[in-house]
């Protein structure tokens, strides 16, 4: 079996807008005053992934489907992390 890792460098907002992605593992860092990161969480839960890893600056409030997604949030020195499992896996 052959293990794929594909990293995008590119504009969040726009990639997820012009492409559907299906993926075990989405990992986000954004800048920690991220003005869009909302709308970033928004595109990000219309696509289809297992975990989805958001890194913040302050604890934010992050809408998504509760009876999908199953939500951990934990904190390391500085930086927030809320870590979203779909329970369909």
Do not use: H, W
């Not at 990000?44 to 890194?55: A, P, Q, S, T, Y």
Request: with cysteine; net charge negative.
């Amino acid at each position: 079996m052959e293990d794929k890792v594909v990293v995008t460098r590119s504009d969040a907002i726009k990639f997820l807008k012009e492409n559907k992605i299906e993926t075990d593992v989405i990992f986000a860092d954004p800048p920690y005053d991220y003005k869009l990161l909302n709308e970033f969480s928004e595109l990000v839960f219309k696509n289809d992934f297992k975990i989805f890893v958001l890194e913040a600056g302050e604890q934010k409030d992050i809408n998504y489907e509760t009876k999908i997604y199953d939500c951990i949030e934990r904190r390391v020195g500085e930086a927030f992390f809320k870590i979203f499992i779909n329970k369909q896996i």
